[in-house]
């Protein structure tokens, strides 16, 4: 390959590789057409049977919640499909007999996907399917945003204490959703323990909610908490509900 050619590729592949691997580290959301409009159709119809008794057909709430509009959308973001998929499918209708036919696991996506239509989320060309589920994040329509207040949140800092005695947890990430209050699994903690350390700090609460937790022994730690996140300027908090530590040291 003569000279300026190559170096011409070798710049290439500085300035775009960064670029791809940036683009697929960045992770999928409902804004950018996660269902069929074939599908969504289908979920009216199932809806309008199984499901609007009670949350109306215009999603609007009557005996149940609305799912449409800004309090439905600050429930379920920034947490992923999932999430949102497995509240409804093991739990909806409410009331349902336990000897009643079962609704279809399909037919539970199908639905989901009508009430993404109704909430203004477009539709791509493909279908939502289960895979997929837990790698698509839902968010509001302008994008991801900081984890709304009174989520049940995990992050990872280093717990240290003020001098007026007040636990903390400092260098710590921006929080993300969790979906279990206590019990991390193995791979939880691995991920979190990876994690590199944040600057934020927050203020801990509710520590005897922890059982066997004592912050004494744990002074200094890299330590993953998890608990509802409180949005407060200059004193944002955490009410635990589960301290696991990750390593001796605070550490990157």
């Known amino acids: 390959m003569p000279g300026n050619a190559a170096a ?15 683009q697929s580290q960045t992770p999928r959301t409902i804004v950018d057409g996660v269902y069929s409009e074939a599908q969504s159709t289908r979920g009216k119809g199932l809806y309008t049977a199984v499901c609007s008794g ?6 609007e709430g009557i005996s149940a919640p609305e799912l449409t509009g800004n309090r439905f959308i600050e429930r379920w973001r920034e947490g992923t499909m999932d999430g949102i998929y497995n509240f409804i499918r093991e739990r909806m209708p409410l ?10 696991d399909r037919d539970y996506l199908d639905i989901l996907t009508y009430i993404l239509k109704l909430n ?12 997929v589920l837990g790698s698509v994040m839902f968010v509001a329509k302008n994008g991801p945003q900081p984890v709304p207040d009174g989520a049940l949140v995990i992050t990872v800092g280093c717990l240290s204490q003020t001098n007026d005695g007040v636990w903390i947890l400092v260098s710590a990430t921006e929080p993300v959703r969790t979906r279990t209050e206590t019990t991390s699994t193995p791979a939880e903690l691995k991920t979190s323990a990876q994690k590199n350390l944040g600057n934020l700090v927050f ?35 955490i009410g635990l509900s589960s301290m696991e530590m990750l390593d001796s040291a605070c550490t990157p």
């Open 8 to 22: 011409w590729f070798l710049t290439f592949l500085v300035l775009c590789i960064p670029a791809v691997q940036a």
């Open 203 to 237: 203020r801990l609460s509710d520590l005897e909610a922890v059982p066997d937790f004592v912050p004494d022994r744990h002074e200094g730690h890299k330590m993953q908490a998890k608990g509802y996140l409180v949005r407060q300027p200059n004193a944002e908090r």
């Open 54 to 59: 009670c949350h109306g057909i215009a999603l």
């Open 95 to 104: 009331g349902r007999a336990a000897n009643s036919k079962p609704i279809p």
């Open 120 to 131: 203004g989320y477009r539709s791509g060309q493909g279908e939502l399917t289960p895979g």
